[in-house]
């Protein structure tokens, strides 16, 4: 199972749940919620595409940072303004490169929230690095800049398997940068890895993971390779040149990994997430969550309340995919913003569904109650003949709690999420309609 599924994929990546269904509500953010959100900053350039890779990013040969830096505290600015948010819990640098930035940006967006909103003195600030020398030669700049929370694409401890990816590092730097980055963010450093590479095996999995156990600090994420349409290894793998695991093989190494975890102490809390001695990431738990965020940068995705035009309803947001054209309009506007997407309260019940299920904890009564006071959990679920069996098969617990998946369920969670969903919106139509 993909531990990021593909309807989840479409839920996050793509901001289509705006669509008014038969009987769908607004939906608006009520209680301390509504002045609280976390923010997203997206730096687009990298120096090369790796080979898995089609997310928005660019290869430069020259990047006008001064104009980046504007750029992102303009939209920075009037995002803030436009949702009035009064407190930021977490700022996350993802890209693209983002350790690839020079640490005054870091430092002036972070200047920049500081000014206009309420920041806790130790509120969570990650940054996305990948393990090179350039990268690393700027890592305690990085810390003084404000950041205290490194995440380090190692992805494979194995040097062929980094070059048919596409990565621009080696075994000997990943394992270098790994060990610089503990000594500056001890206890804050997270390895990303990835499972499921052409020609991997089993057992070749569990020996690599076990070698990352030994070096890597407080924080794994697990990420199964999916073939995305568009990119070299797709096109490797169609041509035969490069042959993928079986699907059932890839499950055994997920399976593999859970168990391995365990064992050297660390706690699955995501289904891609793995914690010791508590280092969560607490930006990705407000994804998880359903909170507010705030998306600024070339192609940034966004969830929040523009209070500032005087709305009450929730909006996803797409940021200008393009770097030129985002600046452009930031510059002329105060912001890139591509698409913008009111959302109905189905729309935030679905999202809250999906990724609320991907957490170990998944979705207490108390939650869910928050959104939507007048349709609980059970009545969401409980006419599901599908449901039920998955209740009965003890792949899903709904008990005083709330709803969540067991061991097993969370590892199938990608194949119950389909049922899921359509039952949710069978009952809240229902509903809608009983309210009339």
Known sequence: ??????????????????WVRAGARPA????????????????????????????????????????????????????LRDSQVKEITSVFFGGGTPSLTKPSTIASILETVARATHVRHNMEVTLEANPTSVSMSKLADFKEAGVNRISLGIQALRNDDLKILGRDHTVQEAIWSLEKAKKLYPGCTSVDIIFGRPGQSLESWEEELEEILTLCDHHVS????????????FKQVQEKVLKMPEQDVVA?????????LEKAGFHQYEVSNFAKSGAVSLHNLGYWRGMQYLGVGPG?????????????QREARIQTLEPDNWLREVRQFGHGTRKRVKQSELDILEEMLVLGLRMNEGLTHQH???????????EAMRDSPEVQQYLQEQLLILDDRG?????????????????????????????ASCCL
Request: glycine residues 8%.
């Open 222 to 233: 697990l990420y199964q390779l999916t073939l995305e349409r568009g990119t070299a290894l």
């Open 28 to 79: 608006s953010e009520g209680g301390g919620a509504s002045h609280r959100a976390s923010l997203y900053v997206h730096w687009p350039f990298c120096k090369r595409r790796c080979a898995y890779c089609n997310f928005n990013k660019y290869i430069s040969p020259s990047v006008d940072h001064n104009a980046m830096r504007d750029g992102l505290v303009q939209e920075t600015e009037t995002l």
């Open 1 to 18: 199972m993909p531990p990021l599924g593909k309807v989840a994929r479409r839920l996050l990546s793509v901001p289509t749940l705006g």
């Open 368 to 378: 869910w109650q928050q959104r939507s006071p007048l349709f609980s959990l059970e």
């Open 403 to 431: 709803l969540r998946c067991s061991w097993d369920g969370l590892a199938l969670l990608d194949s119950l999420l389909p049922t899921l969903l359509h039952q949710l919106q069978h009952s809240y139509q229902n509903s």
């Open 300 to 312: 940034a995705h966004g969830r929040f309340v523009p209070r500032g035009d005087g709305k009450t």
């Open 252 to 260: 055994e190494m997920y399976h593999a990994a859970r168990n391995i």
